[in-house]
């Protein structure tokens, strides 16, 4: 396989530029959105070209407003190979202000990805849990569609910090079990960053999901989303209405968004680390 070393467009906050593995080429199926590349294709076409190993994130729109603040958070989505434009209020924004592109739900990304051979086949693919508990539902959920999972091929994610994630159990184990695809299922400015370290110390490179709530969603882990619901941009309000005091204040939050790309549009907005 063979892979570019391109720089991202970014000298990260006064380091030195870092040089980054790519695996896929950026071209006309990506719009520049305040320094990102967003994937402008389809969600099928993003599932395939994952086969070519690679960092796949999932952006939400109360993460995105961090950008100028979250180092790890910023230094992740530059390094990411595929960025999905699953926040419906930046896409509502962008398409105002720039060259359309259609919303990629991490949920319907996570269901395609499912449905390929490669994805479901036993001990071909490694899981991150958030916890025991998840852990759970969401391996039940999995049998229930035919997918068994290796026990091998499941890791609880410890409570990762603010600063570098350092997790050498979970290197080993992937390095041990070389899955062709490692799903990480975490939170959001956690999972990027954990993507972002296994794809620069890991000896090879598998396609690295970074899908965080997406199967929660089927198996029951947070509020059941309808695929209605997804498609016409409500899953927010689904989460906000089953815990108000967790994610109302969170999505709330997001307005900020809307300054933020008026101002920076296709730029890469300066990074202060100042909230």
Same mark, same amino acid.
């Given at each position: 396989m063979s892979t570019e070393y391109n720089k991202p467009p970014d000298s990260h906050f006064g380091s $030195?530029?870092?040089?980054? @593995?790519?695996?896929?080429?950026r071209g006309d199926e990506h719009r520049r959105i305040l320094g990102i590349d967003f994937f402008a294709g389809t969600v099928?076409? /993003? #599932?395939? @070209?994952? @086969?070519?190993?690679g960092l796949l994130v999932v952006p939400a729109a109360p993460a995105l407003i961090e950008?100028?603040?979250? #180092?790890?958070?910023?230094?992740a989505l530059l390094g990411a190979d595929l960025v999905l434009p699953d926040s419906a209020y930046m896409v509502m924004i962008w398409n105002r202000i720039g060259k359309r592109i259609h919303r990629l739900s991490g949920l319907e990304y996570l269901r395609v990805l499912l449905m390929q051979s490669d994805a479901r086949a036993f001990g071909n693919t490694?899981?991150?849990? /958030?916890?025991?508990?998840? /852990?759970?539902?969401?391996?039940?959920?999995l049998l229930a569609q035919g997918i068994r999972v290796r026990h091998e091929c499941t890791y609880n994610a410890p409570m990762y910090g603010k600063g570098p994630?350092?997790? $050498? /159990?979970?290197?080993?184990?992937?390095?041990?079990?070389?899955?062709?695809?490692?799903?990480?299922?975490?939170g959001g400015g956690n999972q990027e960053r954990l993507g972002l370290y296994l794809k620069r110390n890991l000896s090879y490179l598998p396609a690295i999901h970074c899908i965080g709530a997406a199967i929660a969603f089927l198996s029951g882990d947070q509020v059941h989303i309808p695929e209605w619901a997804d498609q016409f941009y409500l899953g927010w309000l689904f989460r906000s209405l089953s815990e108000p005091k967790r994610y109302a204040p969170r999505y709330w939050a997001a307005r900020k968004l809307l300054g933020i790309m008026l101002r920076y549009r296709s730029e890469l907005p300066p990074f202060t680390g100042k909230e």
């Open positions: $030195p530029p870092l040089t980054e @593995r790519r695996c896929i080429p099928q076409q /993003a #599932a395939d @070209r994952m @086969r070519r190993g950008l100028g603040t979250n #180092a790890g958070y910023r230094e490694l899981w991150i849990m /958030a916890g025991e508990r998840s /852990a759970k539902l969401n391996l039940d959920w994630i350092v997790d $050498p /159990a979970l290197l080993a184990l992937i390095e041990q079990q070389r899955p062709q695809h490692v799903i990480v299922t975490l």
